[in-house]
């Protein structure tokens, strides 16, 4: 299904960074490490490169890890691309400064919760997770994202997932987006950033 999806002319979601990740680049730095959960075809993983980042992305689409790496080159920015399976990734213990999820919305909540235990054992003690995604009320908008409202995250959800983190920001709201075609128009969206305790 997602190389199907992929193999489309273009870039699905555009080849600009969700607008999420560039109001945070206060936690981007020179020799940092970084993980791009799901990337698809690269917009985010090429900008946290671009900030200085060593960028890992993980990725389960060929078609999309080709595209991901013609962006890169594009930009003139190295990104570390692994195919592999989200739900067989070994989210090695404390490997990255920044582990990064945007729209990741594609699993029902148990593996949901793996994913997240994953991302949370691979992030290091004072790192931070960056989550972005949809809420519920996105079913109304219907301008992108998945159509099973159990995929969908509520704050409470956030909250309880990542309770061993110190929540730094965990918002909803509704915004205007143009992110190719994809992603556009009016959307409910929720925000999270968290750190690791030390």
Known sequence: ????????????????????????????????????????????????????????????????????????????????????????????????DLVVGIFIQFMPPAERARVFAGMIRSVKPGGVILLHGYTPKQLEFGTGGPRAVDNLYTEALLREEFAGLELMELTSYEAEIDEGPGHSGMSALIDMVARKPL
Do not use: C
């Not at 002319?9 to 945070?24: C, E, I, Q, S, V």
């Not at 490169?49 to 992305?57: N, S, W």
């Open 1 to 96: 299904m997602w190389d199907e999806r992929f193999a489309q002319p273009g870039y699905l979601f555009g080849k600009a960074p969700a607008d999420f990740l560039t109001r945070h680049t206060a936690h981007f730095a020179p020799g940092l490490t970084g993980l791009a959960v799901a990337d698809g075809e690269g917009r985010n993983s090429v900008f946290m490169a671009e900030h200085g980042v060593e960028t890992t992305a993980m990725e389960l689409s060929p078609v999309a890890i080709a595209k991901a790496e013609a962006l890169a080159d594009e930009r003139g920015v190295q990104v570390t691309h692994r195919e592999a399976d989200i739900l067989t990734w070994d989210w090695a213990p404390e490997a990255f």
